[in-house]
T-cell receptor, first 114, second 114 residues
């Protein structure tokens, strides 16, 4: 079985400040990890993914995440927040090789203050 | 490419009514999925189809049925809608490459059951 925990359902930062969204996962086999972003009334868009190889992955819009196996974490960061980053962010894990379905965290809503 | 498309965008049903949510993808993906999104719960898998001609239950299948009509289309049916099925429904598909597991999402259907 696999699961994802996102710490903090709401995070508020000032424009220009560091963004840190936390994600911890559990998986009995090596996981594939994803961060998706959802803007209001839209579908989910892939920000970045980790499958194998380099543990620091870079995504779109200046976001990056680091896979830390020892900590079972995949935290999302961005050095400087922009107003347009305000959205809901979902961490997801896939380690079920049969169905290939994703298990999602409950989401973190990021608010960016001017 | 249109990607993943869903119809309708919005729907209001009365308890006991039935309806079918349509999903189509033009990326030649093998696997397709239906999720529901509820506040504070992330996305939960309802049904999935690993390939044309196959379907299987996900985490929350009760009250739903699916049909994989062909490789492109995967529909979700509510036979007798209940207020607990008020949600946003997302269809997704995977590239299908071994180990990729990246999913592409449609824009969603917002369903209200009164």
């Amino acid at each position: 079985a696999q699961s994802v925990t996102q710490l903090g359902s709401h995070v508020s930062v000032s424009e220009g400040a560091l963004v840190l969204l936390r994600c911890n996962y559990s998986s009995s086999v090596p996981p594939y990890l994803f961060w998706y972003v959802q803007y209001p009334n839209q579908g989910l868009q892939l920000l970045l993914k980790y499958t194998t190889g380099a543990t620091l992955v870079k995504g779109i819009n200046g976001f990056e995440a680091e896979f830390k196996k020892s900590e079972t974490s995949f935290h999302l960061t961005k050095p400087s927040a922009h107003m347009s980053d305000a959205a809901e962010y979902f961490c997801a894990v896939s380690s079920d090789t049969g169905r290939r379905a994703l298990t999602f965290g409950s989401g973190t809503r990021l608010q960016v203050q001017p | 490419n249109a990607g993943v498309t869903q119809t309708p965008k919005f729907q209001v049903l009365k308890t006991g009514q039935s309806m079918t949510l349509q999903c189509a993808q033009d990326m030649n993906h093998n696997s397709m999925y239906w999720y529901r999104q509820d506040p504070g719960m992330g996305l939960r898998l309802i049904y999935y189809s690993a390939s044309e001609g196959t379907t299987d239950k996900g985490e929350v299948p009760n009250g739903y049925n699916v049909s994989r009509l062909n490789k492109r289309e995967f529909s979700l049916r509510l036979e007798s809608a209940a207020p607990s099925q008020t949600s946003v429904y997302f269809c997704a598909s995977t590239v299908g490459e071994r180990g990729s597991y990246e999913q592409y999402f449609g824009p969603g259907t917002r369903l209200t059951v009164t």
